[in-house]
């Protein structure tokens, strides 16, 4: 009820903001749509004159505007019409650093938009390679890990810090040479119907949203290299919340939907409804407090996902030394996965790299607390799992009777397979306490020497009318340290 009322409040909000606007043509400001005229300048003075004017749209028709960074300012909106496109120039020494780069960038602003059906194209791989040739000249400091530049030098489409009343509509983004696009420390955003097309480089997230506050992701398509739809809390004293994303497509070469990768803060009422996840390299969902920050009251509700390497990983991790993360109040209902028996994303332009091997397909749901951090309160309802099975007992067997051998990997940086080869085919639960799945279906395609639940010091845990199918019958459940557990 809390985050229908804020989204309300948003849509009246950001249509007021819209209704009143006077438009202003590029062309008045002397902007060149040939492709090849650099208008940084031009733009940015646009930008100010309209905000001095008290506000209004800076029109884009069509035709493609070069420019490097630009700063939005106060009640001003860029509106780009069919067949405009805003082009991100190819030197990376045309775009501002405050923090971080960006094609378009917006400090503590208010009542801003980009809206229109047109298209901003960051060029990123020809910026990156070009970003790539600067280090190498000594040009460009920076630590080059996996021969390739950090993300702080290479420009995003955009990045928002500490603004509010925001509108993101229409416009497809496509080739940043870095996240997409971040906001960050935001109030009242709202982002809908938007395309994200961005397979230009490595460290391409679709969607980064960092400590904000009301914030709804709807009606979108995101297609990326890296995470699609990453939340994030980068201050210990901020907290990331009031989230909706809803009826969005969502494919990568990592994980669907992730927060918690940066969780000092933290994150708390998010809802997630009807999402469906393809093609999708790692998690469909990821939820993980690894930094010292909590995450709680999370629903995600008709998730579909199909031809993905792994469903659903709730992790709680202590990457910096004695601060443990709390990770508890998950509901997640009507989900239906069917996990690929090959890799994923093969045969796109930047896969996920093949890592954490030898292991069979893992599970496609992992929850995995620490011994001295548990995970605690989740509930599944309505889960339908299919996975391909063939684990060979050859390849990289772990079994029953020497769980230990699973490492707890709490500093590593949180993936799924980071746990390599785990005992289950279906569900791996291991330190945890009040799960619960009522109406599970589990199916196994091929013979798998694997069973098909495995608990590892879990306290309460239910499994009421649970379905399992799989080719060679054996005992559905093992479980170890555990207690309180139902199972019918």
């Known amino acids: 009820m809390l985050l229908r009322k804020i989204f309300v409040i948003l849509i009246v909000c950001l249509q007021s903001l819209q209704g009143s606007a006077k438009d202003y043509p590029a ?6 749509s040939d492709g090849v005229t650099l208008n940084t300048r031009s733009i940015q003075f646009a930008i100010d004159y309209i905000q001095q004017q008290g506000g209004g749209r800076l029109v884009f028709d069509v035709g493609r505007f070069l420019t490097g960074s630009i700063h939005l300012k106060s ?14 120039a190819l030197n990376p020494m045309d775009y501002d650093r405050k923090g971080l780069t960006a094609l378009i960038l917006c400090h503590d602003q208010q009542n801003i938009a980009i809206t229109g059906i047109g298209v901003i194209d960051g060029q990123g791989r020809e910026v990156a390679r070009n970003v790539v040739e600067l280090v190498h000249k000594g040009l ?12 702080p030098i290479r420009p995003m489409l955009i990045y928002f810090r500490s603004c509010k009343n925001i509108l993101i ?18 109030k009242n955003l709202r982002i809908d119907s938007i395309t994200v097309d961005s397979r230009a480089f490595w460290n391409n997230d679709g969607i980064d949203i960092v400590d904000c506050d009301s914030v709804a992701i709807t009606n979108c398509y995101i297609d990326a290299d890296d995470d699609a739809i990453c939340l994030k809390s980068h201050d210990a004293n901020a907290v990331c919340q009031n989230v909706l994303v809803r009826n ?9 939907i992730k927060f918690g990768t940066a969780s000092l803060g933290g994150f708390r009422n998010v809802r997630l409804i009807n999402i469906k996840v393809f093609d999708t390299y790692r998690s469909a969902i990821a939820l993980e407090a690894v930094d010292g920050g909590f995450l709680e009251n999370v629903e995600a509700d008709s998730i579909q996902v199909i031809n993905s390497g792994h469903a659903i990983f709730l992790r709680i991790g202590e990457r910096i030394a004695g601060k443990k993360g709390r990770l508890e109040n998950i509901r997640i209902k009507n989900v239906s996965a069917e996990i ?7 045969g796109y332009e930047y896969e996920g790299p093949i890592e954490d091997l030898p292991r069979n397909i893992s599970p496609p749901i992992i929850i995995a607390g620490m011994p001295d951090a548990i995970i605690k309160n989740v509930s599944f309802t309505n889960i339908e799992l299919k996975h391909p099975g063939g684990g060979n007992p050859l390849f990289a067997k772990v079994s029953l009777n020497e769980l230990d051998r699973v490492s707890e990997e709490k500093t590593t940086y949180p993936e799924f397979s980071k746990f390599k080869e785990l005992p ?35 306290q309460r845990a239910e499994f009421i009318t649970t379905t399992i199918k799989e080719v060679d019958k054996k005992k559905p459940l093992y479980e170890k340290n555990s207690s309180g557990v139902i199972f019918k």
């Open 75 to 88: 009640n001003v909106t860029l509106h780009l019409l069919e067949g405009a496109v805003l082009l991100g």
């Open 424 to 458: 289950a085919w279906g569900i791996y639960i291991r330190h945890a306490s009040g799960i619960k799945f009522t109406n599970l279906k589990l199916s196994c395609a091929k013979k798998d020497y694997r069973t098909a639940i495995v608990l590892d010091d879990v």
């Open 27 to 32: 062309s008045l400001f002397g902007i060149y």
């Open 340 to 346: 690929a028996a090959t890799k994923p994303d093969a």
């Open 169 to 186: 509509s229409g416009v497809t983004m496509r080739n940043a040479a870095a996240w997409v696009q971040t906001y960050d420390q935001c």
């Open 140 to 151: 460009i400091k920076d630590a080059f890990r996996n021969d390739r530049p950090e993300v």
């Open 248 to 256: 969005c497509t969502i494919r990568s070469s990592a994980n669907g």
